[in-house]
């Protein structure tokens, strides 16, 4: 069964490949040789999903979400100080992601299917939305260990 993924309003429901690459800041422990694992810095998600048939009207919400024309940065810009793109996929919830590659195909094999490639990168608006971030995190992975 292929469990989709929603990013933003945006449900994927082919998703072909999600890939979460965490970035953890190492610190050495002092007067020994050992070094320790201490705070998280970086995340990023990297998404490729089929959008076949109707789904393919789904091109321009995702783009809007990448704010790839001006006019769209102009409106929703100001918003995006607030909160970044929220992805919900069965690995966890993720608050405060901000698409930075957008990438359609395709081809002559699949004609009523376009490929999209995403990626996603997490830019921290507050430490609340961290927080909750990290506790959606907790939840969903306690939850669907058992499915």
């Given amino acids: 069964m292929n469990v989709p993924v929603l ?32 705070a998280p810095t ?15 009207a789904l091109r321009p919400l995702l783009e809007t ?19 970044g793109l929220p992805v919900v996929a069965k690995n966890g919830v993720h608050l405060d992601m901000q698409i930075t590659s957008l990438v359609f195909t395709q ?3 699949m004609r009523d299917t376009l490929k999209v490639s995403i990626s ?13 971030g990290g506790a959606l995190d907790l939840a969903v992975g306690v939850g669907t260990s058992f499915i």
């Fill in 65 to 83: 979400m990448a704010l790839t024309s001006r006019y769209m940065a102009s409106t929703a810009g100001p918003l995006m100080k607030f909160n």
């Fill in 107 to 109: 081809d002559n094999t």
């Fill in 120 to 132: 996603l990168v997490n830019v921290t608006r507050s430490q609340l939305s961290a927080i909750l």
């Fill in 42 to 56: 970086s995340k990023s998600i990297k998404v490729e999903a089929l959008l076949i048939k109707e789904s393919r």
């Fill in 7 to 38: 990013i933003g309003a945006v449900p994927l429901l082919t998703v072909t490949s999600f890939v979460l690459e965490e970035g953890y800041k190492i610190t050495s422990i002092a007067s020994s040789n050992f070094s320790q694992m201490t």
